[in-house]
């Protein structure tokens, strides 16, 4: 993973940089909609995982 080394440091800086730009107020916004599409994204993949596994089964 390229980000693994980013440290405390690291993310206040980052934290710092998204309240520059987007604001205290919309921050609470953008973390539930990236919550919602990691959850959708995880949902998504599970269901692929599952289908493949249904699909391998049913070849044997």
């Known amino acids: 993973m ?3 080394n980013i440290g ?3 993310l206040i800086l980052i934290i710092i940089l998204a309240l ?3 604001g205290p107020s919309k921050l ?3 973390g ?3 919550g919602s599409t990691l959850k959708e994204f995880k949902n998504a993949t599970k269901d692929l995982m599952s289908t493949d596994k249904e699909t391998n ?3 044997k």
């Open 8 to 10: 405390i440091p690291g």
């Open 57 to 59: 089964k049913d070849q």
């Open 32 to 34: 539930r909609a990236a």
């Open 2 to 4: 390229p980000f693994g």
């Open 28 to 30: 609470p916004e953008l």
């Open 20 to 22: 520059i730009i987007f």
